[in-house]
């Protein structure tokens, strides 16, 4: 088996849950400092797409790589070392009720790293200062807004300067206005970082691939996306409900 080059690659991936086959045979790759996006249906694999590049889940089949390491394969301790390689953004940002902004931001440092505190809070002010939020550190998630609470979960996730960023749809629950503000921030933030990410959404990219039915039908640039001649990225991009996605659906809501 040849090494792989890439900052992330999937080989043939298979996962089922009970009776649900939610990937089948999905490969992937993806380049250094590439912004991928993942679209697809809901319920179609996407987050966990994500929660087995970070070996959260392990598939029933395939291989996936984080660089030359096979992420599949590892034993626990060398995967919480390659974690701290990956920064995460959860749909709902997943901060802690009971912690204050700061606090929220530090606690990878704090849990896997043995930095002082002094470096610890340099650290989390540089953080939130990128993300606009350095004036909000005392603060606690239920006081923020739903954008403040998705900066600050896009500070957490750098503070361990992150090769690979995972963001599972980070402007869902936000107004369009506030999504953009989002969106622009994550852009402007993986180029500075020069930082690799691939984005559960479809805002945002360098370049998109398409999950469906398992596997990833096509790939490419956002524009070659807006004029595929596929039915199903057709579709999904302009939102239609005419199409092979819910083909038999319809039907089956209607004789309800």
Do not use: W
Not at 20 to 31: A, E, I, P, Y
Not at 186 to 215: F, N, P
């Amino acid at each position: 088996m040849t090494t792989p080059t890439h900052m992330v690659e999937l080989r043939d991936v298979c996962m089922q849950f009970e009776d649900k086959k939610v990937l089948d045979g999905c490969s992937l790759k993806l380049q250094p400092e590439e912004r991928l996006v993942v679209m697809g249906q809901s319920g179609s694999g996407k987050s966990t797409l994500l929660r087995l590049i970070l070996g959260i889940l392990r598939p029933n089949s395939g291989s996936i790589f984080f660089k030359q390491f096979e992420v599949t394969k590892l034993s626990r301790r060398k995967l919480q070392r390659i974690r701290q390689r990956v920064g995460m953004v959860y749909q709902y940002s997943a901060l802690l009720s009971s912690r204050t902004v700061r606090d929220n931001v530090a606690l990878p440092l704090e849990e896997v790293t043995d930095k002082s505190r002094a470096e610890i809070d340099k650290i989390v002010d540089e953080k939130l200062e990128l993300v606009g939020m350095r004036d909000s550190t005392d603060l606690l998630p239920d006081e923020l807004s739903g954008g403040m609470r998705k900066r600050v979960a896009l500070a957490r996730a750098l503070v361990l300067e992150p090769e690979l960023l995972l963001l599972d749809e980070p402007s869902a629950g936000l107004d369009p206005v506030i999504a953009s503000v989002i969106n622009e921030l994550i852009i402007s933030l993986s180029e500075k970082s020069k930082v690799t990410s691939i984005t559960v959404t479809h805002e945002i990219a360098t370049r998109m691939a398409m999950l469906y039915q398992g596997k990833i039908i096509e790939e490419g640039e956002p524009e070659q996306f807006k004029q595929s001649k596929d039915p199903v990225v057709a579709q999904f991009i302009s939102g239609s409900t005419e199409g092979p996605i819910l083909e038999g659906s319809l039907d089956a809501i209607t004789k309800k």
